[in-house]
């Protein structure tokens, strides 16, 4: 997708001339700076071509094995992983948590110190417990992507959906998101928060009370339980699911068809944004509850655009777990690859 000059010069890299990773692991983006966001999204430009072409391949990470373990159902980012990890030549290996000896009652670490004896250079964990990540990083020698942990973070679903808005929009700062729904067992939200709010843009979040969680407003989020008075403000909507399997206990809003008819995303809402909104959802879409058919394969949709964004985000994110520098300005993947024969940093 091409960008627009003022895109590029949005996401510029640090000032310093030889801009390094501060990690190899992604655990989430409320540890990440604002210029560490932007060299990863410039990473991901350079990747654009490469992720969206069938033809072609980088042999960067040939040799290299990146294993995906997902304790909790994925399509986009399992996939997505999967084939960003192949157009940089890495072999990859799918771990299928419902057939391991997890549902047998071994430990995550345990299940990942066994895989790492395999000898591999990346795990992508996804899990429901928030910060099993983090710890895995204490106990393996792999570089560990968080995938989603719980209701923590999803760091490459908030990068995607930053580099998706800056390739429609052109810039982040100065942009009005708002973030509405199921807020509270969002890990989209969070991270979707820590990128906006660190590259200037205004962040809402709008819900039902029982679903914002009031401490938002520390981090400089502005709080609204009014879709309608907030949507017309609004150059990004993006909508969230209601999570109900992470809701235990009773119920947290009075009915599915009350919610969809206060904060659901229909056509005669739509009507009243800017005309130039851009509506987002990280998927897996409810259709006639948080958001309407019309709506969601409508003209201000960009839900698919989000997804092809990801491939690209996610080679990024693979190359800086890989331990390789950031490709200078203007590199192409290839020339950076025999620019910096002498591997990771
Ligand atoms: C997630 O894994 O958090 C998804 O991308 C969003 C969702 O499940 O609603």
Known sequence: MPRTPA?????????SSS???????????QELSADEIRLILRQAEAYRE?????????ALLKG???????????????VSFNLAARRLGADTLDFAAGSSSLSKGETLVDTALNI????????????PASGSPESLTRQVKSAVVNAGDGAHEHPTQGLLDVDTILAHKGKVEGLRVGIVGDILHSRVARSNIWALTKLGAEVWVCGPSTLIPAELQEFGVKISHDFDDLLPKLDVVNILRIQLERIKGPPMFPSIRE??????????????????ILV??????????????????????VILDQVAHG??????VLHRAAGFAPFATGDSPAEARSAKAGGPQ
């Open 64 to 78: 290299r094995l990146v294993v995906t373990m997902f304790v909790e159902p994925s399509t986009r980012t399992k």
């Open 19 to 29: 801009p390094a990773w501060s990690s190899r692991h992604l655990l989430g983006l």
């Open 50 to 58: 490469l992720a969206t072409s069938n033809a072609k391949k980088s």
């Open 280 to 301: 987002m959802h990280p998927g897996p879409l409810n259709r006639g509850v948080e958001i309407t058919p019309d709506v969601a394969d409508g003209p201000r949709s």
């Open 311 to 316: 491939l690209a985000v996610r080679m990024a």
């Open 116 to 127: 790492e004896a395999m000898a591999i250079d990346i795990l992508v964990v996804r899990h």
């Open 259 to 276: 919610y969809a008819r206060l904060f659901g995303l229909n056509g005669a809402r739509l009507k009243t944004a800017k005309k130039d």
């Open 7 to 15: 895109t590029a010069a949005a996401s510029k890299p640090a000032a």
